[in-house]
């Protein structure tokens, strides 16, 4: 056990969270982290959607990648994402429909998403199962709680609630509150990510631009 | 025709890629230093979705829709297929533009491989996978035939060249002020797109 | 004996086995979702059905009450003859009014209700809903209205409770021959009978809405006025 969780190893795990997040450092898998955060539930299994992926991924790679063929990497990678994400979206379908209909094409976009294939060139083609398996998990989360971030900022300010329950007490809209509708729609949540990753830079002041 | 007309200026700017749905956003931000290679970036772009979006529509209403070729619904062999056929595509796109028009080939060259990973191909296909099933004759969005992914494939290709050049402009101009620290890189472009989205929703009034 | 994974032969036959394996997998987790998530399409039109009778039961009892509140489902046509007996849940959505139109028959608490769906052209693309009328084919019971993408915070609204329980108990028509519609949000109603308030900053998706309702009461105007002579 102790080996599992070596200190290399919960390194690949936690570097991802900060110091190396995909979103904010490596600037990979943008596109649906913007697209579904207006609300905190789907933001939420947005995020699961891609740290699942990423790590299953990772691992299957990882164990058949010494026997892929130079030539066609690329496309059987893309085909083992692609089969995933496939059967994610199955999942979702069968288990969370209200949530698949509100990612709608999202889900499919994950195939295309840098991190996957980032993490898959990068780390899954030459590294062991267990390490890839690890390397995915924390790039997923990393990638996660940025959404996450972003999709409770914009439910709070946007509709005044949190996963659908009420969190603005109706004291303040009586005395004059109103909720912003500006942070529902698609220009705020680039703004909100320039804003999280400008704090970020401010506080980890080590970071490179 | 008039359908096809509202199908297009909506894809430009009402729909637009970067803007409304934040697609191909990684080599968006990536790519747009300078006007000159964005716009050849945003020319691949709209090429190789002049090719794949009618491509995957004649695999998906001719093979892996229910009344297909296999006679039962395969939808969920689609994103296999399309970014197969994306894939693959790009690489046939490359082969071929480098052995007829070296020209247009030193100036696409090295952007068409990036193409592969663009989520904006992608995603192109799989919002019209999702159009078809939309009626025509209520929504201007609906794709119901072979020209309308054209008209769509080249509006969606158009709008998105017109964000990064749009945004290229701005990064040459932005690159002599005096950003603070923290927001510097990243920070700023961010917040510069998320404005630059902000003017491109006055089109949202559009009655086309 | 080591394998030359750059061979053309290795390859090919490696791609082979990757589609067929994938290709098999698929197929099989398609298959074995297939049914719940079938069940969820047909749940969430069952719930739109009921929205509109003001019933907002769990997800898990959607099932049981529809089948205890809507008795029949029958498909009428624009002169107001029944079709077929049956059948008008399956009626997809963009099959609606061309010249199909279905009609629920519901019973709550005893009394009998029409639900009517409709469909319509909103600012961004289709919208759709159910009207329940009473008995008296006049008085509106409740209303249900979604969108494929109006925009959030404004046309998107027709979804929200809100909106939609300004429609209760009006009339579909008044002796004017205006149709229930909504009037611009804040202006003054002139039918207060047939007219209720609309969503500031969203008047194109409403105006679909009042397009769609007059559109559609028309169509069922045969089925309904029959119904009322057999009072």
Redesign the interface.
Known sequence: MSQLFSKDNRQILTAPLNGDNPI?IQ?????????VT?QLEPAIVMGLSVTVITAFSNVIISIIR???????R???Q???V??L???V???L???A?DVSVKL??YV??I????IL?GRLEAFAMMNKPWESFLDGIGNGLGYAWILVVIGAVRELL??GTLLGYTIIPQGAYDAGYVNN?MM????????L???V??????VNKDIK? | MEHALSLFVRSIFVDNMIFASFLGMCSYLAVSKNVKTSLGLGIAVTFVLLVTVPVDYLLQTKILAEDGLFGTDLTYLSFILFIAVIAGITQLVEMVVERFSPTLYNALGIFLPLIAVNCAIMGASLFMQQRIQMDPATSSQAISSLGDTFVYALGAGIGWTLAIVALAAIREKMAYADVPKPLQGLGIIFITVGLMAMAFMCFSGLSI | MKLNTNSNIYTIIYACVVVVIVAFLLAFVSSALKAPSEANERIDQQKQILASLNLKPEKAQVESQYKQVVVADPIVDTLGNVVSESGGFKVKRKDIGKPQLPVYVCQINGETKYVLPMVGKGLWGTIWGYLALNDDCETVYGAYFSHESETAGLGALIAEADFQSEFKGKKIHDAEGNYLSVVKFGSKQEHPEVQCDGISGATLTTNGVNAMISDYLKMYKNFLNKKKQNL
């Open positions: 904010m600037i990979l898998g943008i596109c649906s982290a913007l697209a207006a010494k026997t892929i063929p130079n030539r066609i690329i496309i059987i893309l085909v083992v692609a089969a994400v496939t059967v979206s199955m999942v379908k069968a288990f429909y709608s094409v499919g976009l195939i295309t998403n840098c294939m946007g509709s509708g529902t729609m698609p220009a705020m949540a680039l703004i990510l320039g804003i990753i400008g704090v970020h830079r401010a631009s």
